[in-house]
């Protein structure tokens, strides 16, 4: 059973940076499609950052809103997903939530046609508040 659990967020000011870990066990494959989401109160859970792998080739996909700002990345020896959020702005205030799937194939299609569908594991999220 895969096990996601994040930590890392907190409350910051406009312009300061922030990274978020995402501790990931159970995983078996050497496949894996790794994101993070964000939720803000009343609204849809959005992706913000994704990575996939095959084993060999390693792709990564962004939302435009964070495009330049955040990078995504994943220790494979220690299991763990970042996001390094850099130039925050108060509207990347939300519940940043880590999500993981290992089913083969290009997950960033997979999203694209399935959205959250497209990920089978989530964790419970971390909060991240920007103030202006």
């Known amino acids: 059973q895969v096990h996601l659990e994040e930590s890392g967020g907190g409350s910051v000011q406009a312009g300061d940076s922030l990274t978020l870990s995402c501790a990931a066990s159970?995983?078996?494959?050497?496949?894996?499609?790794l994101a993070w989401f964000r939720q803000a109160p009343g609204k849809e859970r959005d992706l913000v950052a994704l990575i996939d792998s095959d084993g060999r080739t390693t792709y990564t996909m962004y939302a435009d809103s964070v495009k330049g700002r955040f990078t995504i990345a994943n220790d494979t020896a220690k299991n763990i997903l970042y996001l390094q959020m850099d130039s925050l702005k108060p509207e990347d205030t939300a519940m940043y939530i880590c999500?993981?799937?290992?089913?083969?194939?290009?997950?960033?299609?997979?999203?694209?046609?399935?959205?959250?569908?497209?990920?089978?594991?989530w964790g419970l999220g971390t909060q991240v508040t920007v103030s202006s």
């Open positions: 999500a993981a799937d290992s089913t083969p194939g290009d997950c960033r299609t997979a999203f694209r046609f399935l959205g959250i569908d497209a990920f089978k594991y």
């Open positions: 159970g995983f078996t494959s050497a496949y894996y499609c």
